[in-house]
Each structure stands twice: as C-alpha cells, then as structure tokens.
C-alpha cells in the first residue's frame, strides 16, 4: 500500500486523485459499451450509438467526477502517516490511555489462553490487570487508525481496543466460529470494558493482510487465493441452506444475532428498526431523511429486486480483510499462498445473496494497486451481480 506523506511532499491531491479515477472509469464503461456493440456485431452501424453517446459520455464522465469529490478522503482510509505499523513494539506515548486502569468489567470471560498469558488465577481477578497491561507494553502494534488499536499480545493472541467498537464484531464471529467452524476466522477468546473503552481479544491470524502483498503477486498465484476463497465462501453459502431447511435460517435482514441491519459507504446507516423481508431492506436503502424523494430515487427503487435469497455474509471483502501466509520451498515456482483467517465480521449477517459481491467492490478504485480484484473475486461460490451493481451505484449517487 502507497502512503501519502506528511503535508503532501509530491504527492498528487488526494482530490484530484480521485477525480482521475472517475474519469478513468468513465472511459471504461464507454469503451465496454463500444466493445459490447461490436462484439455482437462486427459490421454494426455505429452512427446512432456514437450520436447517442456524444451526450452521453459528457453526462457519465461529470456524474461520476462529482462522486469522486465527495469521495476524497474516503477511497483510501488507511492512507494515513503511521497509521498502521506490523512488527513494532508499542510505545509509551500510543499505549497511554488505553491500558487496563480504573473499574474493570468482564464482559464475557476471559479464554483460559488469556488468564494465562497473563498470568491470572481467575477471569475476574482484577488485581492482575497489572500482569495484562505490562503484557501489552511488550506487545505489538499492529494497527492504529482513529482510535482503535489492535496489539499482538504474543504469536497467538491479539487484543482490540477502542471506544464504541460494534458488538456486532463479536457476536458474529461467535455466530461464524460455531456454525462454520471450517470457514478460517479468528477465534473469540473474551473481552472486557474499563474506562469506555473495550478489549476484545481473539486468536491471531498467521501471516499479513492480502492487500500488503496484492500488487506484487503472480496471477497464479491470486487464482490461488481465488480458489481458496470460493472453497470459504461456498461453505458459507451452504450452510445458510442447511439452517434455512432446519428451520434456524435467517428471519430478518441483518446481523447474525442482533438482526440490526447496516448499510455502509462514505457513512454508515443502520435500520432504526428491525427488517423483516428485502422488500423492507430495500426501503431502508432509498430512504434517507436528509435527501429528497425525487423520481430518480424511485425508479431506483422499483429496480430492486425482493426475491434474492438470504445468506450468510461477510459484507466487507476486501484483500485488507483476508490474511494470509507464505507456504512452501523457497524457490518462486514451489511457494504457495494461504489464507489463513477472513477477518473484521462486523459488517457480517444474513443479506441478500447479491450483497456480498457489490460490497467487496465498493471501497475498491477502479485504479490503482487493487484495480484487477474483481478479476479474482470468488464469483463461484459468491455470483456476479452486474444489475444489482450498477443499480447501487445510482443509489451510491442519489445518496451523495
């Protein structure tokens, strides 16, 4: 991953950066269309196709420019100065604060992984709270941004800090880990709360994030990890069948235990109340009470479809949310890629099958480093949903 420096130095604007891309993804819808067109037909007439997109193409190209401003500081969130450090103890001056003082409560007990690491008796003694924090001390920081930290509390065990942090993070890798106990995610080994602030802690995921390594690898491979990926996916999907044929499948819309449904993009919407059916779901996309109800909105609504089926989701597949491990001889043709744990679930739940395609997809610029992820998308397991694409773009659109 790029990281723009401190103050800018040569760096393009981030702005224009993004307009860039805009236009760029301009040119290729409008070359897509000319390929489609030929495509069917070598010896078509192009005339009223090219009249068609003399206006056309100058109404795209500024219709997306305009997203890729209000985009600007959102395309790239991690793009930030020390924001994320892999390997480097962790400092005085980024633990402070957060370290275990004051009233402690024991959300959910503490993993016996824990209690020994740390070297309590039991999950409740808070007198060796001490033992914890000087276990931080020496631990690593492996990802900083906006207030939330996760420290690598040794090779096996990580710690997650932070304020508000979504319980969802939790009970949908509870819900995952014993469901879909193949399916490689971390595994939840307690947390607790002290001073607003809570501490999650989880087994650590061999190796490092997929998009750390993305653009240098072979496309060998990347379908390597294609595979793996349908492999974790269609096991996902098959046991979203067999809970909905036993009867313990998906009643609402939403995640796995607190059905609270969330839709995110440069901000993140959660349905005020529970969603009962994609009908539902697809009111609470076209409504936001800070937009007008216009035409557009409601010919985006009558272009949703309300008979997907439910399944279960990761909602955020993205290559920073893959982790994986180096395998294998040294030499380039003998090494192998692993995935070795699909990580951040907060976004998980029970969503409409077309959902986790366009979602691994919307943080993704259409430029860059991570521009052929579609390519290798596990489209077996997950599907290709180019109408439910295109339709939440103009949604993306009207939401602004």
């Known amino acids: 991953m790029n990281e723009l420096p401190p ?16 236009h760029e993804l301009a040119n290729t819808i409008t070359v897509n269309r000319f390929t489609s067109k030929i495509r069917g037909d070598p010896a ?28 600007t ?7 930030e100065t020390d924001s994320k450090k892999d390997g480097g103890r962790s400092s005085d001056a980024e633990l402070r604060g957060i370290l275990v003082e004051g009233d402690v409560v024991v959300a959910d007990a503490l993993h016996d992984r824990i209690r020994a690491l740390a070297g309590m008796s039991n999950s409740n003694d808070a ?13 690593q920081m492996l990802w900083n941004l906006h207030g ?49 602030r809570t501490y999650i802690f989880m087994s650590r995921a061999e190796g ?24 974790i996916f269609r096991a996902l999907r098959a046991k979203s069948l067999e809970l909905h044929q036993s009867g313990e499948g998906a009643r609402k819309i939403g995640s796995f235990s607190s059905a609270t449904c969330k839709d995110t993009r440069r901000s993140q919407r959660v349905s005020p109340s529970p969603i009962h059916s994609e009908a539902e779901f697809n009111d609470f996309l076209c409504h936001e009470p800070r937009r007008t109800v216009t035409p557009w909105i409601r010919m985006i609504r009558s272009a949703l479809g309300e008979h997907h089926r439910l399944v279960m989701t990761h ?61 290798y998308l596990p489209t077996e397991a997950i599907g290709i949903w180019p109408v439910e694409y295109a339709t939440d773009m103009l949604l993306d659109r009207w939401l602004g």
């Open 7 to 22: 103050g800018g130095g040569e760096a393009p604007p981030a702005e224009k950066s993004e307009i860039e891309k805009a």
């Open 44 to 71: 078509i007439d192009l005339s009223q196709f090219l009249k068609q997109q003399s206006t056309a193409y100058p109404r795209l190209r500024d219709s997306l420019a305009q997203i890729g401003h209000r985009r």
């Open 73 to 79: 500081s959102v395309c790239e969130p991690k793009a």
């Open 127 to 139: 007198g060796n709270f001490a033992t914890l924090n000087q276990v931080m001390k020496d631990g």
């Open 148 to 196: 939330t930290f996760v420290l690598g509390l040794g090779a096996a065990e990580v710690v997650k800090i932070g304020e508000g942090l979504d319980p969802d993070g939790i009970t949908n890798l509870q819900y995952v880990n014993t469901h879909v106990p193949e399916v490689p995610t971390p595994l939840y080994l307690g947390s607790l709360t002290c001073n607003h």
């Open 208 to 231: 490092v994030a997929l998009d750390t390594l993305w653009p240098e690898l072979s496309i060998r491979h990347k379908q390597s990890i294609q595979e793996q990926l349908n492999t």
């Open 315 to 375: 909602g955020d597949l993205h290559p920073r949310n893959i982790m994986v491990k180096w395998e294998g001889g040294s030499e380039e043709e003998d090494k192998h890629l692993r995935v070795t744990s699909v990580v951040d679930w907060e976004l998980g739940g029970w969503y409409p099958e077309y959902w986790e395609f366009i979602k691994s997809l919307s943080t993704i610029p259409p430029r860059g480093p991570m521009s052929d992820w579609f390519n």
